[in-house]
């Protein structure tokens, strides 16, 4: 067995990809010295081909990206393009993930998994924000900089609101006389008081963590509440330092306490025992477990537990199911049967009465492959629809390596794994650098032809272009109804705020600081603290969460968005 690739051979490459992605970005247009004369303008379009309109000496309505991609000035041409790009950024943040979780996998818990791979997620965010106000004069920055604010807190608040409380509805099960979420039993429907949802303590560390993320926010408020007409840039910078710091301290607490990333791992070694389960099931059933249109045979799957059941008295005990569990081929996978026996038994035995009944045999198997479809999307329903889902979890598991479990030790072939994680880096990188500029030129040229503010466009958009694939793992870990994968789900949701909070803001800082543009974002500011504080302390002294908190988070967010407008354009904070 070959050992996994030392993390040395990948950083470098981790590190190349935090340095060059911003001058990737920012590579269209150079920076342009706020005390420019009429050829800045000039200047900045230097990569850019001069149109017909322009050599013919009349106005130029818009430009060309790069000289190359699609402008206008019409609604509709803009909307398209943002659309456009914004399906570009999200296939970036798609990218980043995949080869993130790939690189997490191959590693283990560690250096990478908390210091990188964190700032990988924040990628597109912080370099949407960059471009921003990076370029162009002085005026055009501090004008187009609102784009970057919108998309901080529109970000922020679409994770702790829509996707906090999505997941609540969609993980939600029965909740015992003592409020506490019984695991995969979803008998109550929509009861408010009824269902819900439960974690574990460490998820309220999170929470804690990401309440404590927001003290740059407040810093750099501090001119503003007290009405002083000095320090301004100073309290920027300290506000930068803060976040910085702050940024350091979080990665640094990943590496050495790795929990998070410890059950992103244990759940990954569970899909693949689910692979090999299902497969070995399909061979040893009697009929196929899903028709030809791809709906389960349940006269199969209960036929497949009477051939478990070696004793035949109605229910599965464990040793029965470590002797079907030993016949899977796990693919030169050394695992240990006892481990995928008490995962099973975990996963299926929701009455928590140490052996599996019918009912929840077929139950659990309905799950597994209804998640089996979802994560393959090839349409194929029979075995090759199994053998598909085998594969994908199969490479998922390649190169797995849990130092502190002696069963489990994984590995196929580390180094493909380990360079396919680094080309998914590179071109999620390259996509987010590439698309970032244009992106923020479409929104604003939008702004423009609508008479939109381009805050609440950035603010509604584009947070769906960067964190939608993020909010789509993040359903299906919750719809596994476990209190272990709804504690992952959102401790990786508080994970997510809390770098919006530290990198990402600390880019926005360094640019109005660099720029000497004015800090005049209350109002945006304001929303941030009441969502990160009221959804902080919430969920930071409890675990248990019953179904009427969705409406909590749910209705947080359109109040937000009515928040800023009364604020900006009856009270006149901007």
């Known amino acids: 067995m070959a050992p996994p690739p030392p993390p040395t051979r990948c950083l470098p490459v981790l590190l190349l990809l935090l340095v060059v992605a911003p001058l990737l970005a920012h590579g269209r247009r150079p920076f342009i010295s706020d005390g420019g004369n ?50 570009l950024m999200f296939k970036s943040a798609t990218y980043l993930s995949s080869g993130s979780e790939m690189l997490l996998q191959i590693l283990g818990p560690g250096i990478v998994g908390g210091l990188f791979l964190p700032i990988l997620g924040a990628l597109p965010d912080a370099l949407l924000i960059l471009v921003s106000g990076l370029s162009g004069t002085k005026e055009v920055a501090q004008s ?5 604010m919108g998309l901080l807190a529109g970000s922020t608040v679409m994770l702790l609101t829509l996707l906090w409380g999505s997941c609540v509805v969609v993980g939600k099960c029965d909740l015992s006389e003592n409020s506490t979420a019984i695991d995969s039993r979803d008998t109550k429907g929509f009861s408010l008081l009824g269902s819900g949802v439960s974690t574990d303590k460490q998820t309220s560390y999170a929470a804690r963590i990401m309440a404590i993320s927001i003290l740059p926010f407040i810093i750099v408020q501090i001119p503003k509440i007290f009405k002083l007409h000095s320090g301004h840039q100073i309290t920027v910078l300290i506000g930068l330092i803060v976040a910085a710091l702050l940024l350091l301290s979080y990665c640094l607490y990943q590496v050495f306490q790795p929990w998070i990333q410890r059950r992103r791992l244990e759940y990954t070694r569970l899909k693949h025992v689910m692979s090999g389960l299902l497969r070995h099931a399909q061979k040893h059933s009697i009929g196929r477990l899903l028709d030809d249109e791809g709906r389960p045979n349940v006269s199969v799957i209960e036929k497949l537990f009477h051939r478990i059941d070696q004793d035949n008295d109605g229910k599965l005990e464990r040793g029965e199911l470590q002797a079907f569990i030993v016949g899977i081929n796990f693919e030169d996978i050394d695992w240990n049967s006892n481990l995928a026996a008490d995962q099973v038994m975990a996963d299926f035995d929701t009455s928590r009465n140490h052996f599996i009944e019918k009912g929840e045999f077929v139950n659990g198997m309905l799950r597994w492959l209804d998640e089996a479809k979802r994560t393959v999307t090839s349409g194929a329903y029979s075995k090759k629809f199994l053998n598909d889902f085998h594969a994908r979890t199969r490479d998922e598991q390649t190169g797995l390596l849990d130092k502190d479990e002696e069963e489990g030790e994984a590995d196929g072939n580390p180094t493909w794994t380990c360079i396919k994680a680094i080309l998914l880096l590179l071109l999620g990188t390259a996509m987010a650098a590439a698309s970032a500029d244009p992106l923020v030129d479409a929104v604003h040229n939008f702004s423009n032809a609508t008479h939109i503010p381009s805050f609440f466009i ?34 990786e949701v508080y994970g997510g705020v809390t770098m919006n909070n530290t990198l990402c803001l600390a880019v926005f800082l360094a640019l109005v600081y660099v720029r000497g543009l004015t800090w005049d974002f209350s109002s945006e500011v304001l929303i941030i603290l009441l969502v990160c504080i009221i959804m902080g302390l919430f969920t930071s002294f409890r675990t248990d969460f019953p179904l009427w908190t969705c409406f909590v988070a749910f209705l947080l967010y359109p109040l937000s968005l009515i928040m800023v407008y009364i604020l900006d354009y009856k009270f006149g904070w901007s």
């Open 38 to 87: 009429a050829n800045a303008n000039a200047n900045a379009s230097v990569l850019r081909l001069p149109s017909a309109a322009a050599a013919a000496g009349e106005d130029i309505g818009c430009e060309m990206s790069y000289g190359f991609l699609p402008c206008t000035t019409t609604a509709w041409g803009n909307l398209f393009l943002v659309l456009a790009y914004g399906f």
């Open 144 to 148: 187009q900089v609102l784009i970057g």
């Open 458 to 491: 950035s603010f509604i958009v584009m947070p769906l272009a960067t964190n939608s694939s993020e909010a789509v793992s993040a359903i299906i870990f919750a719809s596994r109804k476990k209190k272990r994968t709804l504690s992952l789900t959102f401790s």
